[in-house]
T-cell receptor, first 113, second 110 residues
Framework: EPEVTQTPSHQVTQMGQEVILRCVPISNHLYFYWYRQILGQKVEFLVSFYNNEISEKSEIFDDQFSVERPDGSNFTLKIRSTKLEDSAMYFC???????????FGPGTRLLVL | RKEVEQDPGPFNVPEGATVAFNCTYSNSASQSFFWYRQDCRKEPKLLMSVYSSGNEDGRFTAQLNRASQYISLLIRDSKLSDSATYLCVDMYSSASKIIFGSGTRLSIRP
């Protein structure tokens, strides 16, 4: 039974368009994360989210990115104006308590044309 | 300086062999470490946590050496299904950020 699902599984968009990626935890979790993995490269931390606010973000997470948890359940990542280099696999991860294991969703494969 | 370094491999070993990977980390304040495995085009999945005293889970053994700042993973009696990329993960004490190594590719041949 997966701890978290993500939608969509794949998204193709034109450069400059906005995309919203969704993360749906199966049960109550406190900590949420977004990571990305460019094809053939390592998993990179983007942002962590706790208690309805950003805890930490990386240098990748610039003004084009935003996160929110609008309904107290889904956790979203928005990219306002996509660039070609945003093409990657985006993983959501969840964690029940600090210092515990992070469980990853199946990812959304984003392709920017 | 990279925060977590791994030998990228690939390691190509026969079924039944024992294989070991090392991973070095740069942050001496790091508290928690994990090994994840990642199959091609899939999400990382937790393999095991790494405890200071070392821990074993079936054919897998993880060790942490704080003095030299490295962790290791040993796989005994390797199976074809062990073929994957193994990711070393450093969880900073803040628990707000985890750092992945670039992964070590393992291929088990019949």
């Amino acid at each position: 039974e997966p701890e978290v699902t993500q939608t969509p599984s794949h998204q193709v968009t034109q450069m400059g368009q906005e995309v919203i990626l969704r993360c749906v935890p199966i049960s109550n979790h406190l900590y949420f994360y977004w990571y990305r993995q460019i094809l053939g490269q390592k998993v990179e931390f983007l942002v962590s989210f706790y208690n309805n606010e950003i805890s930490e973000k990386s240098e990748i997470f610039d003004d084009q990115f935003s996160v929110e948890r609008p309904d107290g359940s889904n956790f979203t990542l928005k990219i306002r104006s996509t660039k070609l280099e945003d093409s990657a696999m985006y993983f959501c991860a969840i964690q029940r308590e600090a210092q515990e294991t992070q469980y990853f969703g199946p990812g959304t494969r984003l392709l920017v044309l | 300086r990279k925060e977590v370094e791994q030998d990228p491999g690939p390691f190509n070993v026969p079924e039944g062999a024992t294989v070991a990977f090392n991973c070095t980390y740069s942050n001496s304040a790091s508290q928690s470490f994990f090994w994840y495995r990642q199959d091609c085009r899939k999400e990382p999945k937790l393999l095991m946590s790494v405890y200071s005293s070392g821990n074993e889970d079936g054919r897998f053994t993880a060790q942490l050496n704080r003095a030299s700042q490295y962790i290791s993973l040993l796989i005994r009696d390797s199976k074809l299904s062990d073929s994957a990329t193994y990711l070393c993960v450093d969880m900073y004490s803040s628990a707000s950020k985890i750092i992945f190594g670039s992964g070590t590719r393992l291929s088990i041949r019949p």
